[in-house]
């Protein structure tokens, strides 16, 4: 069965540092890849999507993330975090060989503590 | 804002009792999908809905069903009520998943149920 793993559970990480919030998949078979957020007491939005293309994605907030299709990895990244970027982070997989009916396969979530 | 509602946005209730939750899809979006969120399961697919018919299960329990209505709001009846199933329940909607292309799931703030 397919499957998507966030290596870490929780992620300190110091204002103005770099960060790197790890994802990888488990299928070899086309996929799309997501990211999305979480704020305290909100609902899920949309980060950033790879669909086909560069495999270097730019969201919002700063934030990128890269397929890569050898390692079937696709890591968030932002080289400078702010306080406000405290949240959940989710990465979620769909299959394109899914058929007509795509599923969303999510990760457990990391949370990112931005710390001052 | 998302365009997807859900109300209401907290409900608390005893064991054994029956709730009901509501989400109204952006509008144009013809897939509902039910997520489930807890601390120990992270974010769980419950089940989807398109233009009225269900489209897939995840891990929906028996206690629990769901329908789409023809205006395409969608109710989560959650019956014999557990204190496990305290948590956040997420609605989100999407424009159409069997058309072939990628169609983003936006969702709602969620509804938070507590059982007592």
């Known amino acids: 069965a397919q499957s998507v793993t966030q290596l870490d559970s929780q992620v300190p990480v110091f204002e103005e540092a770099p960060v790197e919030l790890r994802c990888n998949y488990s299928?070899?078979?086309?996929?799309?890849l997501f990211w999305y957020v979480q704020y305290p007491n909100q609902g899920l939005q949309l980060l950033l999507k790879?669909?086909?293309?560069s495999t270097l994605v730019k969201g919002i907030n700063g934030f990128e993330a890269e397929f890569n299709k050898s390692q079937t990895s696709f890591h968030l990244r932002k080289p400078s975090v702010h306080i406000s970027d405290t949240a959940e982070y989710f990465c979620?997989?769909?299959?394109?060989?899914?058929?007509?009916?795509?599923?969303?396969?999510w990760g457990l979530g990391t949370s990112l503590a931005v710390n001052p | 804002d998302s365009g997807v509602t859900q109300t209401p946005k907290h409900l608390i209730t005893a064991t054994g009792q029956r709730v009901t939750l509501r989400c109204s899809p952006r509008?144009?979006?013809?897939?509902v999908y039910w997520y489930q969120q807890s601390l120990d399961q992270g974010l769980q697919f419950l089940i989807q809905?398109?233009?009225?018919?269900?489209?897939a299960k995840g891990n929906i329990l028996e206690r629990f069903s769901a329908q789409q209505f023809p205006d395409l709001h969608s109710e989560l009846n959650l019956s014999s009520l557990e204190l496990g199933d305290s948590a956040l329940y997420f609605c989100?909607?999407?424009?159409?998943?069997?058309?072939?292309?990628?169609?983003?799931?936006?969702f709602g703030p969620g509804t938070r149920l507590t059982v007592l």
């Open positions: 509008s144009g979006d013809l897939s």
């Open positions: 299928s070899s078979v086309s996929v799309y």
């Open positions: 989100a909607s999407s424009v159409d998943p069997t058309s072939g292309l990628y169609n983003e799931q936006f």
């Open positions: 790879y669909l086909s293309g």
């Open positions: 979620a997989v769909t299959y394109e060989n899914a058929g007509n009916n795509r599923k969303l396969i």
């Open positions: 809905y398109y233009n009225g018919e269900e489209r």
